[in-house]
């Protein structure tokens, strides 16, 4: 006989995906809206303002320090772990690495000649590596937030005042309140807690950065697509040097102005938390589920991870659910886990999460995974 989930027991909206993730109806809604610029120029003013109103949007959303700069550019946040070797570090560079993508960080450092030092600080995945602070560094990079283990990393400046730290903020930017100031450069694509696509990239930069940025371009070959100084003059002019999505920026604006209204990141992170604290409490209650980040200050608050015991097959569990209409609870790929990956971004809504929870308790107890 084929299972079929209750539908008293389903979400209203069934994707969790950890990115893509879930867009607002609203978001949608803007790119039908006789307003909306889709197909002109990205260098008229339909365009060019959409992106004024995102730079005003997120300066406001983070409280930008005086002099901070918020940058855009094309190829989305992977893209700026190549640019940020070319174009921000300088001789000796320091990275945390706890997890798939603060590991290509870290490589795409050690690969130009340049730099003369590349140290890595490593953890195991499910744990947080720390940036230390060392004589001679010039610039630290480590994630907020590890999309790949979720695993959480609090946002604090290393260094002495000639050092910058750069903050990869991809899952977390938007889903947690954090103070820039810490930071030289907190960066993040819109695919996650911003809810629009990839192949976009936002960076909230400092004073010291921009500095850094424009010194370095003197004496070395960037290439265009990777320069940050072409970056921060197309910014300044609220565009970004080649074309860029249209209806991305079209959902990012709409998502920048719905967090402002809800109440800024403070608000976002209830969101999150709540979300996320609903899944870390029912795996702690049962007794084939745990929290694969053992140290609760490491959870993340906006992709949770849980392992399960052998007696369940999580494979076959979302297998289930996805035919049921509950979207991308698959584990990262690499890790190859017995595991769920939960991504509970703001657009997520409590009772979504709850109501997953409650299918996923179905599922094993009708036999599923068995």
């Known amino acids: 006989m084929e299972l079929t989930l209750p539908t008293s027991l389903l979400p209203r909206d069934g994707r969790f995906g950890s990115g893509p993730s879930k867009v607002r109806d609203a978001q949608v809604s ?8 889709l197909g002109t120029s990205h260098r008229k003013p339909a365009v060019k303002n959409i992106v004024a109103a995102i730079q005003e949007d997120l300066s406001q959303l983070y409280r930008l320090p005086e002099g901070y700069e918020v940058l855009l550019g094309n190829g989305g946040a992977s893209l700026l772990w190549d640019a940020i070797a070319f174009c921000v570090a300088d001789k000796h560079t320091q990275t945390a690495v706890f997890g798939e993508f603060s590991g290509k960080a870290a490589k795409a450092m050690a690969k130009v000649p340049w730099i003369e030092s590349a140290d890595v600080i490593e953890a195991p995945v499910g744990e947080v590596a720390a940036c230390v602070n060392a004589d001679g560094v010039d610039t630290y990079l480590y994630p907020h ?8 990393s609090q946002v604090k400046r290393f260094g002495d005042a000639s050092a910058l730290t750069l903050v990869d903020a991809t899952s977390c930017a938007g889903g947690v309140d954090v103070d820039v100031s810490q930071t030289d450069m907190y960066y993040f694509s819109p695919q996650k807690c911003f809810g629009a696509d990839g192949g976009l990239w936002f960076a909230l930069v400092s004073p010291a950065a921009i500095e ?3 010194r370095l371009a003197a004496d070395r070959w960037i290439p265009d697509i990777l320069s940050l100084p072409l970056a921060l003059k197309n ?3 609220n565009q970004t040097l080649n074309t860029p999505s249209i209806a991305n ?14 109440g800024g990141l403070e608000a976002m992170e209830a969101r999150t938390r709540a979300s996320s604290g609903a899944i870390y409490e029912w795996a702690a209650q ?9 140290r609760e200050e490491w959870r993340s608050p906006v992709v949770a991870t849980i392992d399960f015991d052998e007696s369940v097959d999580t494979s076959k569990i979302s297998a289930f659910l996805r035919e049921n209409g509950i979207l991308d609870i698959d584990p990262y790929r690499s890790l190859g886990r017995n595991q769920l990956r939960i991504g509970v971004f703001p657009a997520v809504e409590t009772s979504d999460v709850e109501a997953l929870l409650a299918c ?7 036999g599923v995974g068995a």
């Not at 996923?360 to 009708?366: G, K, L, M, S, T």
């Open 30 to 37: 803007a790119l039908a809206a006789p307003t909306a610029p």
């Open 249 to 262: 920026l079209v959902m990012m604006a709409e998502q920048t102005r719905w967090m402002l209204d809800e």
């Open 212 to 214: 850094r940025i424009e």
């Open 235 to 237: 910014s300044r002019k």
């Open 145 to 152: 937030n590890e999309t790949s283990t979720g695993a959480f």
């Open 360 to 366: 996923i308790d179905w599922a094993i107890e009708n």
């Open 286 to 294: 049962r007794d084939f589920a745990s929290p694969f980040v053992e």
